[in-house]
């Protein structure tokens, strides 16, 4: 069973894809970690 | 609590219930019930979602956990964005496609009536079994710390719940939950100001931060291999990855939460929102649990969190013992905030050296009272075997009873049960919907036609869901130990409905017989490595989701050719 093609666009400014999205929010999450990180050093 | 706290506690929660349950009462097609209305946009899906997984513990524990452990924890949400991702674009299009009200329909269609009954039937179990404890759990605490009857708070908060469940279904849920989330959102910012304005004058969120840091509390992310460490990067990124995926693709109660709504897109921006919102929000909560650390370290602090218990045994036979380590703990509480003072001059001296033999000195004082700590809890234990020993559930609601002005306290308070009753409402309506669709219509085939038959009897299994959690949590007596046992057990069976739903999407030549006793054997096996392995519950969601696919893929082989395959 293959899922539903990605045929809606994501309505938002400067995503074309629902990919764009995953790997936008991919980003933010490793932003995130390194974020943690140098929070964890600078407070150590 | 005053007037004012009561006030503002019972005009914020049965104001959203009554809200939730009028403007839902005209609620009469299945669909909707179940679904959810078709008008619904990412941002109440979203907040649906995040108020799904954040239950009433979530605001009492998690806090605790920032105070006793430090903020590590965070790493346990570190697979979250990354299973959210994977629902987004394998599960979340396949249930919108097939039409389903529940995921355990997509596994009848995908497979056959048994896989689907054993889905179906494996959810109930794990949801039926912590459907007492999601009420029972947050109630102890409240009556606890507030001094309110704890048949009282479980029977009011439950029936409460129970009325706009029953009145609107997902509509009503989704509904109420976007106004919780608000309040729980506006009652945790309100908290953490109010901390930093208790905190000594001129320490300031960076001194404070930077004593936490010193007393090891802040130390969000570990490199660290070694499995020993009970949280670090990588368990969090893999067993979180399968629990998250588990939870957030096969669990009725959140899958419930975002198949409805305007379109695939709504529900998918939904889900990317608790992507990028979940770890930042439960990094907050923890920080705010480090601070309260903070705070108390220039206040008078109690040798044990959970006053009602421990002055249950101060004012007992053995009164003596436990006043005598409150002194031991006072003192040495009262050596420690002189070295707090050393470390602060030295710190700000910028010699490196000094600085280094103060924290040091700092160390070993937060040690000393920390042992007493244990000490406390080793005598509650010996006075009373069955006394409650975890007080980091009690730090964050006692410091919000006793530090916070009136009014604030009503909306914290309001905060804990709006996270119960968001979380709770959920619950019922998974286990309402799916005992309608997988069971009470899979023996009654001829009703499946009449809608109005079908919307009454979902609404008698919530009421009826809901009654039996109000009885399972004030009759069952639970002991702490079977809180947690409840919870692991959900564990237990994550992983293997995961499994089976893995194999629905990307085994394609697997059958209905070979997943379905697939599964029988996976879950077998996983309840034999739980009695005889000592790992973290984390990982049977990975042991039980791989043993559930390869167990198929080999049963498959083993059957004869004339076997079912996939379908599509």
């Known amino acids: 069973m293959k899922p539903e093609p990605d045929d809606e666009s994501p309505g938002l400014p400067g995503f074309r894809t629902w990919r764009g999205v995953y790997w936008f929010v991919l980003g933010c999450f490793v932003l995130v970690v390194i974020g943690l990180t140098l929070f964890s050093r600078a407070f150590a | ?568």
């Open chain 2, 1 to 568: 609590m005053n007037l004012v706290d009561w006030l503002v506690l019972l005009g914020t929660m049965v104001g959203i219930a009554g809200y939730g349950a009028w403007r839902t009462r005209h609620t009469d097609h299945l669909d909707t019930y179940l679904k959810g209305s078709k008008t619904t946009g990412w941002f109440t899906i979203g907040l649906s979602v995040a108020a799904t997984q954040a239950s009433a513990i979530t605001f009492l524990s998690i806090p605790g956990q920032g105070f006793e452990s430090g903020i590590g924890f965070v790493q346990n949400y570190f697979g979250l964005p990354l299973a959210l991702i994977i629902v987004c674009a394998v599960f979340l299009p396949i249930y919108r496609k097939l039409g389903v009200y529940t995921a355990y329909e997509y596994l009848g269609k995908r497979f056959d009536q048994k896989t689907r009954l054993l889905g179906a039937g494996l959810f109930l179990l794990q949801r039926g079994l912590a459907a007492g404890v999601t009420i029972y759990a947050p109630a102890i605490i409240l009556s606890s710390v507030l001094g309110w009857r704890l048949d009282l708070t479980i029977i009011g908060a439950g029936l409460l719940v129970i009325v706009y469940t029953v009145t609107g279904g997902s509509v009503a849920v989704s509904l109420t939950q976007k106004w919780q989330m608000l309040v729980i959102f506006a009652g945790m910012i309100a908290a953490f100001f109010i901390v930093l304005a208790r905190l000594p004058a001129g320490l300031g969120f960076s001194g404070a931060a930077h004593l936490a840091g010193a007393l090891g509390k802040l130390e969000a992310v570990d490199f660290s291999l070694d499995p020993s460490h009970r949280y670090t990067l990588w368990s969090g990124l893999i067993g979180g990855l399968f629990l998250s995926l588990s939870y957030f693709g096969t669990d009725q109660s959140q899958v419930q939460r975002y198949i409805g709504g305007a379109s695939l897109r709504e529900g998918r921006l939904g889900l990317m929102f608790n992507a990028v919102l979940k770890i930042p929000m439960q990094f907050f909560i923890l920080l705010l649990g480090a601070l309260v650390f903070v705070f108390y370290q220039f206040q008078p602090a109690p040798v044990f969190y959970n006053e009602a218990e421990w002055a249950r045994h101060t004012n007992g036979p053995q009164g003596a013992t436990f006043r005598a380590l409150e002194e031991k703990h006072a003192a040495l509480h009262a050596a420690k905030q002189q070295r707090i003072a050393a470390w602060q001059v030295a710190r700000t001296s910028g010699d490196t050296g000094a600085e280094q033999a103060a924290r040091t000195a700092l160390l070993a004082a937060q040690k000393a009272t920390d042992d007493v700590r244990t000490e406390a809890r080793s005598a509650l234990l010996a006075a009373d075997p069955r006394a409650k020993t975890k007080d980091s559930d009690y730090v964050f609601i006692g410091f919000i009873v006793r530090q916070l002005p009136h009014g604030l306290v009503g909306l914290l308070v309001a905060v804990m049960i709006a996270a119960a009753l968001g979380s709770k409402a959920s619950e019922l309506n998974a286990l309402g919907a799916t005992t309608t669709i997988d069971l009470w219509r899979h023996f009654r085939p001829l009703a499946e036609h009449d809608e109005a038959r079908n919307v009454r009897a979902a609404k008698w299994f919530t009421a009826g869901w809901g009654i039996f959690a109000i009885g399972f949590a004030l009759f069952a007596g639970f002991a702490e130990n079977l809180i947690e046992a409840i919870n692991i057990l959900g564990s237990i069976f994550y992983g293997v409905v995961l499994g089976l739903f893995l194999t629905a999407f990307f085994l394609k030549r697997i059958g209905g017989t070979a997943v379905f006793w697939g599964a029988v054997a996976a879950q077998a096996l996983v309840f034999v490595l739980f009695f005889t392995l000592n790992i973290s519950y984390l990982w049977y969601n990975l042991i039980g989701c791989a043993a559930c696919m390869i167990f198929a893929l080999v049963l498959q082989a083993m059957l004869s050719p004339q076997s079912k395959p996939a379908t599509s």
